[in-house]
């Protein structure tokens, strides 16, 4: 149905093709977030990998920032519907991070868990092979506490709400289990691709 | 979480358009959607002749349960869609729309409260819903609004706001106007910083069980934070911010 008067305003191509389906492109960054930007420690954090309660390793944050360091450069789709170009963050692969650990990953599935109490269902398979990693900067600065500092899960092939700001953890489980979005009417998976915004969007 | 049909495009009419302030115009639609909770948003889907689409999400603020649903949308200078909403579309013209979405920043009867509402510009609209709903479920559940506007005329729903807190003795409103003088006694003119919350909560005499503050990223950044120094559980404080950050 067209919309009587609409032109719009279309990207170039070049924007186009890098645009999943109903999103803009934006230059600024904008912050989401279900609740206040919480204050973290550095001298406190902690980060644990899990197998349901069981912790498999923790990393102090020295410890952590003495992991192997990778950066990455690309493009970032929120289920808000701006979409972010060429970001720049550097951190620790999930690759790396499972390997100074020295687990084979035991289940298929994991929640990503945060400091506020948020967690998000991302499945094992999306995070290796190089696809995912803890960020610690971003734009060559450490990141900032409202985009996710001191450190976020970047996977930036899913909607970004899958990125858990102030991430403590990740916790492998038996199944799929949602995650906070994913209770509350958000998609189970989130690829940015196929448009899986809500809960039942194919 | 439940199996079941994917939330469909429904064809939105616009019924008729309210000015509401110098830069926000409301809506009033009628559209197939399912009930929503007071402070949900919907998908707005316009299409060009040539099929080209553009997506924006905008809060609800009519309650549940209204016969006709409300979007309150802010012209934005540069925006792609808010131009097209406050220069073209006329009554009878019709959109898409996708929804109610949002499980988080909404309201419900057997939430209860003390309210707090804060607000900044068009951040106001889900909380009107939530105030809307709770007028209508729970008229005498203490509640206190908090709205920041640039200036008297900028308060959106003002006359609304202000009509609530005169029916309501337990509906308590205070302003800020952040680019005029104030104009009713008690009211500010200045930014929410930590002093003015902690003078605007000490004497409302509270403790809000649920918080929901909603507007721009700074204003949101900022006013959280301060809530959380005056001993409000950050997992009290609800927030919904717009627009970029650095």
Known sequence: MATRGFSGRRPGANVAGRLPPGQSQTNDFPVLAFGPTPEVDLATWRFTLKHGPRPLAQWTWDEFMGLPQTKWRGDIHCVTKWSKFDTDWEGVTIDDLFAAAGVAPPTAYLLAESFDGYDTNVPVADLVGGKAMIATQYANAPLAAEHGGPARLLVPHLYFWKSAKWVRGLRFTARDEAGFWELRGYHMYGDPWREQRYTNDP | ?246
């Not at chain 2, 639609?29 to 997506?55: F, K």
């Not at chain 2, 898409?96 to 409260?113: A, Y």
């Not at chain 2, 302003?175 to 004497?203: F, S, Y």
Request: include cysteine.
């Open chain 2, 1 to 246: 979480m439940n199996a079941g049909a994917p939330l469909a495009w429904q064809n939105a009419t616009i019924l008729r358009i309210e000015r509401q302030t110098p830069r926000i115009l409301s809506f009033f639609l009628r559209a197939p959607l399912a009930r929503h909770e007071a402070g949900q948003h919907v998908d707005v889907r316009l299409t060009a002749d040539d099929g080209y689409q553009a997506q924006r999400s905008y809060s609800i603020a009519s309650a549940p349960g209204a016969p006709e649903l409300e979007l309150a949308v802010e012209r934005l200078d540069d925006g792609e869609v808010s131009p097209y909403f406050h220069e073209i579309a006329q009554p009878g013209d019709q959109f898409e729309v996708r929804g109610p979405i949002g499980g988080h920043f909404i309201w419900r009867d057997e939430d209860g409260g003390p309210l707090l509402l804060v607000g900044g510009g068009s951040g106001l609209v889900p909380l009107m819903a939530i105030a809307r709903h709770r007028a209508s479920v729970a008229p005498d559940l203490p509640t206190l609004l908090i709205a920041s506007a640039r200036t008297w005329d900028d308060f959106l729903y003002r006359d609304e706001w202000l009509a609530m807190s005169d029916r309501m003795p337990e509906f308590a409103v205070r302003v800020t106007t952040t680019r005029e003088p104030h104009r009713r006694p008690g009211d500010l003119d200045r930014r929410l910083d930590q002093m003015a919350l902690r003078e605007i909560l000490g004497e409302w005499g509270r403790l809000p069980r649920h918080v929901y503050v909603c507007g721009s990223t700074p204003f949101v950044e900022a006013v959280a934070t301060h809530l959380t120094h005056e001993r409000i559980p950050p997992r009290q404080i609800r927030t919904e911010r717009y627009g970029g950050a650095v």
